[in-house]
């Protein structure tokens, strides 16, 4: 199994480009998130997502969209990058059998800098 | 909405030295707690995480944790630092419908000298 993968792992863009991190998991867990990572923050939740056809807001979700088209996709869509958005994505899933006591699962991450 | 504080952003300790790291969290009824260890460009690891029961827990790589209800805290703790515990640990709390979202501390940075 390869667990949580993320696409790209680094990528830099100038301010007002667009682009989508794509993260995928072969463990058929329901649950996904979407978090960045900043110094001196934590992690910090965008969007998520409880099953297929389905996401929603976390934390910070401002200047970000995300998709779920397949139960083992979840996409992060920057439609017009801003230089606050210079940060670290990590991408997680987890199951849905024990509600808040499973463990999420999380990808390498990818670092992306706007310009 | 959760919170959780990790009071230390940063702690130097020598090798095989013991260690403890401070989380506490904010929740009114019994929280589901977790520590993650992110080592340097990886992704995070599950260490341990506690939701009931006997309040100390054990983890991986020689982990442990205790959950101190009166004093909202969560504390990590290892007796026997190696080098390669060097990395940046995370405490984390169940938040949301059904405790789905995690709420996570800012993080302490662990430096180990030899």
């Known amino acids: 199994n390869a667990g949580v993968t993320q696409t790209p792992k680094f990528r830099v863009l100038k301010t007002g480009q667009s682009m989508t991190l794509l993260c995928a998991q072969d463990?058929?867990?329901?649950?996904m998130y979407w978090y960045r990572q900043d110094p001196g923050m934590g992690l910090r939740l965008i969007h998520y997502s409880v099953g297929e056809g389905t996401t929603a807001k976390g934390e910070v979700p401002d200047g970000y969209n995300v998709s779920r088209l397949k139960k083992q996709n979840f996409l992060l869509g920057l439609e017009s990058a801003a230089p606050s958005q210079t940060s670290v994505y990590f991408c997680a899933s987890k199951t849905d059998r024990g509600r808040g006591r499973d463990e999420q699962f999380f990808g390498p991450g990818t670092r992306l800098t706007v310009l | 909405a959760q919170s959780v504080t990790q009071p230390d952003i940063h702690i130097t300790v020598s090798e095989g030295a013991s260690l403890e790291l401070r989380c506490n969290y904010s929740?009114?009824?019994?929280?589901?707690l977790f520590w993650y260890v992110q080592s340097p460009g990886q992704g995070l690891q599950l260490l341990l995480k506690?939701?009931?029961?006997?309040?100390l827990v054990q983890g991986i790589k020689g982990f442990e944790a205790e959950f101190k209800r009166s004093q909202s805290s969560f504390n990590l703790r290892k007796p026997s630092v190696h080098w390669s515990d060097a990395a940046e640990y995370f405490c984390?709390?169940?938040?949301?419908?059904?405790?789905?979202?995690?709420?996570f501390g800012a993080g302490t940075i662990l430096r180990v000298k030899s």
């Open positions: 463990m058929n867990h329901e649950y």
């Open positions: 929740y009114g009824a019994t929280p589901y």
């Open positions: 984390a709390v169940a938040d949301g419908e059904y405790g789905n979202k995690l709420v």
């Open positions: 506690y939701f009931s029961g006997d309040t």
